[in-house]
Structure formats: structure tokens, C-alpha cells
């Protein structure tokens, strides 16, 4: 599957019931409509991108010893980009979705296979064609694209029936089965909606609005400006961040800012989506210069959904959200502020969402006991009974006992008996003496038989890293 170099976001509100301001959100929200320019994927050089490849193969085939003693590393890489052929698959290994799949095997065709409820059933099905209608997965109706999607949305109502469906979850599912099937995009939906960003989806959508209160909070720091401007005109943070954290900025940022955020979300977790909403808010009103453009609440708000295209660049954006000095222990200690003044004004929270996990580390420490060892499906095929080693590692001892053995014992097979002007060393090899020359000395050192095609494996391993793609690499 190719990637999009441009995407043309349809912008309808997130729903729910409850609430005056989630109202008049949706009212405003459903009367804006735009679309973004034109941007291109970054340049990566195919040297680089086969390097990465590599590093991510192994990492992914040692995922648990390399998320118990490599983390940083693992989130490094992430920060750099996840390479295109196994972002779903990391995608998937980063959110624990994996890990779900593996615990509930059949789970999903068992829902998939159900009726599913008629109420949720409709309000899905008229939804499906707004979802990256422009995308060759989902531009035709009853496609491909669009009957995986209603499959895991329809799954996800019955998994969760006390939550239901929320338009939001539609954009994060479609982005999902971009790469990987209709299952694996099911379990990293369940992911995001409980580990992620528990409570986003409710009916209520309180979780959202404590999370706005925690940005505007948090901008008061980054962008004093900022702040200080929105807070003059009354402007309530849920008129311009709700779209953003509910769809994880998939209908805001141009495809290749899209990917590299969810790269670094998923591994980092919520304190991303604060991260560049903290951007996007201090390049958009953290200057006099830019505010004079913005004299009252309507243009203000239509500033933030005209966002310039220079800060929504990937280069750009990916470097200013890595350096902003918002960490996972300020954003737990306003959100407990924050709910101590909820419950102050409006009472106790209506929906008990289960604790947020602040990225993979978190989620694959808060597994309950032990769990079996993830099994990776490999993404390169090799021919049976061959053994490819990387160009840092060195076989072991043993095995190069064996091939010294084998080496020997060839070499004792193929060569003559000893003449009179041969030593036979104490090792039983026959060598020539110094001052006789050897004759064909070519041919009395055979090379082992199997040392050329491990070699020849190898190069063409290197040269084809994503040649032959498991089900959990999805193109």
C-alpha cells in the first residue's frame, strides 16, 4: 500500500451527549470545513532507511529484552521515525496490542461474527465515508477499506457496550488499518481507547474536558502570550482542542506529521498529544506580531483551524515537540489539581476510567504476571538450515570449534599422504617446510562448503530487508 503524500481531512466534530459546551462545540464545529495544502513525505536516504530497517528487525525479534534493558533506545528510534514497511508492526508491538491479540485468540472473529447493536449500527455506517475519503482504501463506498473499518468499530461497540461508539474512534481505526489488518487495528484501537487515553470516548466526555484544562494550564508555562490572549477572550480550550487529542491530530496535521507523531505517541503516550498541542498553540499566538490578526474570539479560533503549514512541517514539528520540556510527572500533577477542582464545582466524575499508561514501558510493566514471550513472525524468508549473522556479531565458541573440526577433517580427506619433504605439525595438518616451496598451494586449503552461501545469504538479505513481509508487516 502506498503512502499518501497529501490527505484531505474531513472535519466533523467528535460527538457525545452531556453537556452545554459539548453542544455548542459540535455546533460550531460541524459548520467549519477546509483543506490543508500539499506536503510531501520527507527524503530519506535508501542507505539510511535499509540501516533502520535492520536495527528494527532485531529489535522486534527481541522485543522484551530490548524493552527491559534498551528502552531509551527503543525511544530514540521512535523519535527518528519508525520505518515505513514496519510502522503497523511496531505500532503494535509499542501499544501491547500484540500482547491483546495473543491473550484473546478467536476474540475478535467472535465479535466480528455477532450482530452488534442496531443503535450504534447506524450512526457507524453513515460515518464510514468521512473517513480520509481520498484515501484509496476508504474512497469507495462498500470497499475494502470501508468494510474493515465498520468490522472493527461494530467489534469495538460490542467489546465495550458500556461505552459504545464515538465519532473519534473512526479516524484513529482508519489510520490503523492503513497498516495492518482488520484484527491486529482492532486490538491497538482497544489499546489507545483503555491505555492511552482512557475515558476520551465516554458519553460524558469528561476525560477530554479535565485534559483541556490541563493544556490551557501547561500553556501558561510554555507560552505566557498564548495564555494570556485566550484567557482575555473567554475562549474554552474545548473549542479548539477536542479534535485534536480525540483523533491524536490525524484530521489536523499534514500525513507525514501525522505518522511521525504517532510514531513517538505511541512509545511516549499521552504527554505527546500535550506536546505538540503546546506547539501548535505557542507558533500560532505566542507573538504580538500574530495576535494582532486575532481581535476577537472568531478570529482567533479561525486562526488555530488555519494553522500556518510552516509549523505543521514534520521536520519542523517533530524537533519542537522532542525539545518542549513537558514531562509525564507535571502532567499527573495538574491533572490531580485539576480533578480536585472538578469535584469541587461539579461533583464526583460520572465516568471511572481505569488509570492513563504513559507509553509501552508502562503498559508492558503493568501486565498482571507472567506472560509468554512474544513469538515474531518474521519478515524476511530464508532458505531452511542457514544462519545469517549481522555484520557486528561473531559466531560462537562452539561453533567455531565446529567449523575448525570440519575444516580439519576436509583438508586431511582431500590432501596427499606426507612425502619425505613434508612436516606433519601436531595438529595433523601437513605443511610444507620453509625451504621447500609448496606445490599448488591453491588448491591444499579447500574453502569449507558452507561459508559461500551463508555469505551469499547474507548479501541478499542486506540488499532486500523488506522483500518478503509477514502478515504483521502490512504495506
Not at 528510534?77 to 485468540?105: D, E, F, H, T
Request: aromatic content about 8%.
Amino acid at each position: 500500500m502506498c503512502y499518501p503524500g497529501e490527505v484531505k481531512h474531513c472535519t466533523k466534530a467528535c460527538s457525545g451527549d452531556g453537556g452545554d459546551s459539548v453542544s455548542s462545540l459540535r455546533s460550531i464545529s460541524d459548520t467549519l470545513g477546509r483543506r490543508l495544502p500539499q506536503y510531501r513525505l520527507e527524503e530519506v536516504p535508501l542507505e539510511v532507511l535499509r540501516q533502520r530497517e535492520s536495527k528494527w528487525l532485531d529489535m522486534l525479534n527481541n522485543w522484551d529484552k530490548w524493552m527491559a534493558k534498551k528502552h531509551k533506545k527503543i525511544r530514540l528510534r521512535c523519535q527518528k521515525g519508525i520505518p515505513p514497511s514496519l510502522r503497523g508492526r511496531a505500532w503494535q508491538y509499542l501499544s501491547g496490542g500484540k500482547v491483546k491479540l495473543q491473550q484473546n485468540p478467536g476474540k475478535f472473529d467472535e465479535l466480528d461474527t455477532s450482530p452488534g447493536d442496531p443503535k450504534w449500527l447506524d450512526v457507524i455506517e453513515r460515518d464510514l465515508h468521512r473517513q480520509f475519503p481520498f484515501h484509496e482504501m476508504f474512497v469507495s463506498r462498500g470497499g475494502h477499506g470501508q468494510q474493515d473499518l465498520f468490522r472493527v468499530l461494530k467489534a469495538y461497540t460490542l467489546y465495550r457496550p458500556e461505552e459504545g461508539y464515538c465519532q473519534a474512534q473512526a479516524p484513529i481505526a482508519a489510520v490503523l488499518l492503513m497498516h495492518m489488518p482488520a484484527e491486529q487495528a482492532f486490538w491497538c484501537l482497544v489499546q489507545v481507547c483503555e491505555k492511552y487515553l482512557p475515558g476520551y470516548y465516554s458519553e460524558k466526555l469528561e476525560a477530554i474536558q479535565l485534559d483541556g484544562e490541563i493544556l490551557f494550564s501547561l500553556l501558561q508555562k510554555v507560552s505566557p502570550v498564548a495564555h494570556k490572549h485566550l484567557s482575555r477572550q473567554k475562549i474554552d480550550p474545548l473549542l479548539y482542542m477536542t479534535e485534536w487529542f480525540m483523533c491524536a491530530f490525524a484530521r489536523t496535521l499534514p500525513w507525514s506529521s501525522v505518522l511521525r507523531v504517532w510514531d513517538m505517541f505511541f512509545c511516549e503516550g499521552v504527554k505527546i498529544i500535550f506536546r505538540v498541542g503546546l506547539v501548535l498553540l505557542k507558533h500560532a499566538l505566542g507573538s504580538p506580531e500574530k495576535l494582532k490578526a486575532c481581535q476577537g474570539q472568531y478570529e482567533t479560533i479561525e486562526q488555530l483551524r488555519s494553522l500556518s503549514p510552516k509549523i505543521m512541517q514534520e521536520a519542523f514539528l517533530v524537533q519542537e515537540v522532542i525539545e518542549l520540556p513537558v514531562t509525564e510527572r507535571q502532567i499527573e500533577r495538574e491533572h490531580l489539581i485539576q480533578l480536585r477542582r472538578w469535584q469541587e464545582t461539579r461533583g464526583e466524575l460520572e465516568c471511572r476510567s481505569p488509570p492513563r499508561m504513559h507509553g509501552a514501558k508502562a503498559i508492558l510493566d503493568a501486565e498482571p504476571g507472567p506472560r509468554p514471550a512474544l513469538q515474531p513472525s518474521p519478515s524476511i524468508r530464508l532458505p531452511p538450515d542457514t544462519t545469517l549473522l549481522s555484520s557486528k556479531a561473531k559466531p560462537s565458541k562452539q561453533v567455531q570449534k565446529e567449523q575448525r573440526r570440519t575444516k580439519a577433517s576436509g583438508q586431511m580427506e582431500k590432501s596427499p599422504a606426507p612425502t619425505p619433504g613434508t612436516v606433519v605439525t601436531a595438529s595433523g595438518d601437513a605443511c610444507p617446510p620453509q625451504d621447500v616451496p609448496p606445490k599448488n598451494s591453491v588448491s591444499q586449503d579447500p574453502v569449507p562448503q558452507d561459508s559461500a552461501p551463508q555469505d551469499l545469504v547474507y548479501h541478499r538479505s542486506q540488499e532486500s530487508l523488506t522483500s518478503q513481509e509477514s502478515e504483521d508487516t502490512y504495506l
